[in-house]
């Protein structure tokens, strides 16, 4: 299963743009990114997908490479709510649960 | 609030002894998956079930097992425990579209 590469941690601060970028130089053609978030005491919570155009919702956007071998989160006003860890992960196009969580980026928001 | 839903929130028992985590999930989901994540550590796909049959298998220990009940709700059993089976517990459930809804987990100390 191919396996994403992210920093373990990013500082920004409150109300600017954040980047989180993640690498999947062995990603396959039907692999989707998935980005999940993980609040303290919290379960991980669905952020946002995409398979190679880029994507926004009301949660943040995602910019897809042209080779799709990296890709980028994007939370347009970080705010203090935001400090999370954020996983990017591969979801072959037939499954769920071949999911490889790695360790994520753990944002830190200061005021 | 994701709709799954996990009890207990907290589980303290000792070595050698057994346990049995349960989950609700969303109202409509016919999946619900179980994962482990230790002390700062990414989360560890355990098991998946839909419909009531198994489907996939990842790291669980022959110490643990799980099934899925004909009103969908999932009970996973933990016995002869370990101090190295301290962990939060999550399980998820998704429906179509390959989004992962968590619950809030249970946290399970071993003594």
């Known amino acids: 299963d191919a396996k994403t590469t992210q920093p373990n941690s990013m500082e920004s601060n409150e109300e600017e743009p954040v980047h989180l970028p993640c690498n999947h130089s062995?990603?396959?053609?039907?692999?989707?990114i998935h980005w999940y978030r993980q609040l303290p005491s919290q379960g991980p919570e669905y952020v946002i997908h995409?398979?190679?155009?880029?994507v926004n919702n009301r949660m943040a956007s995602l910019a897809i490479a042209e080779d799709r071998k990296s890709s980028t989160l994007i939370l347009h006003r970080a705010t203090l709510r935001d400090a999370a860890v954020y996983y990017c992960?591969?979801?072959?196009?037939?499954?769920?649960?071949?999911?490889?969580w790695g360790a994520g980026t753990k944002l830190i928001i200061k005021p | 609030d994701s709709g799954v839903t996990q009890t207990p929130k907290h589980l303290i028992t000792a070595t050698g002894q057994r346990v049995t985590l349960r989950c609700s999930p969303r109202?409509?989901?016919?999946?619900v998956y179980w994962y482990q994540q230790s002390l700062d550590q990414g989360l560890q796909f355990l098991i998946h079930?839909?419909?009531?049959?198994?489907?996939a298998k990842g790291n669980i220990l022959e110490r643990f097992s799980a099934q899925q009940f004909p009103d969908l709700h999932s009970e996973l059993n933990l016995s002869s425990l370990e101090l190295g089976d301290s962990a939060l517990y999550f399980c998820?459930?998704?429906?179509?579209?390959?989004?992962?809804?968590f619950g809030s987990g249970t946290q399970l100390s071993v003594l």
């Open positions: 998820a459930s998704s429906g179509s579209g390959g989004k992962l809804f």
């Open positions: 109202s409509g989901d016919l999946s």
């Open positions: 079930y839909y419909n009531g049959e198994e489907r």
């Open positions: 062995t990603i396959s053609g039907t692999d989707y």
């Open positions: 995409g398979l190679t155009s880029n």
């Open positions: 992960i591969l979801r072959p196009m037939d499954s769920n649960y071949q999911l490889i």
